[in-house]
Nanobody, 126 residues
């Protein structure tokens, strides 16, 4: 497993941007798929995006396509989530997650990831 620490959340107006970062510890970062999930109050944890390897495949939930971008730096052991054109419905706690490659399940399922950060709050005001 790896240890994950998120940063970069905050309060932003609708239409604004935020950049979340996730720093990982451990020697095998490059062997992990890195994902972002989010959980709004009263809702289940939802897949947002994943990057399977450096420069590799990325997947996004339909609601963020064209607005969010995920990237990773294996040398720095970081994964970033650039969020643009934010909407109030993007308000949630955002979690960074790591799953060993190849993933044992689907990339959008939380059970495929065995390491989680503590979460960072993103609030988008209308």
């Amino acid at each position: 497993q790896v240890q994950l620490v998120e940063s970069g959340g905050g309060l932003v107006q609708a239409g604004g941007s935020l950049r979340l970062s996730c720093a990982a510890s451990g020697r095998t970062f490059s062997r992990y798929a890195m994902g972002w999930f989010r959980q709004a109050p009263g809702k289940e944890r939802e897949f947002v995006t994943v990057i399977l390897s450096s420069g590799g495949q990325t997947y996004y939930v339909d609601s963020v396509k064209g607005r969010f971008g995920i990237s990773r730096d294996n040398a720095k052991k970081t994964v970033d989530l650039q969020m643009n054109s934010l909407k109030p419905e993007d308000t949630a706690v955002y979690y960074c997650a790591a799953g060993p490659l190849p993933l044992v399940g689907s990339y959008y399922s939380p059970v495929s990831y065995n390491s989680w950060g503590q979460g960072t709050q993103v609030t988008v005001s209308s």
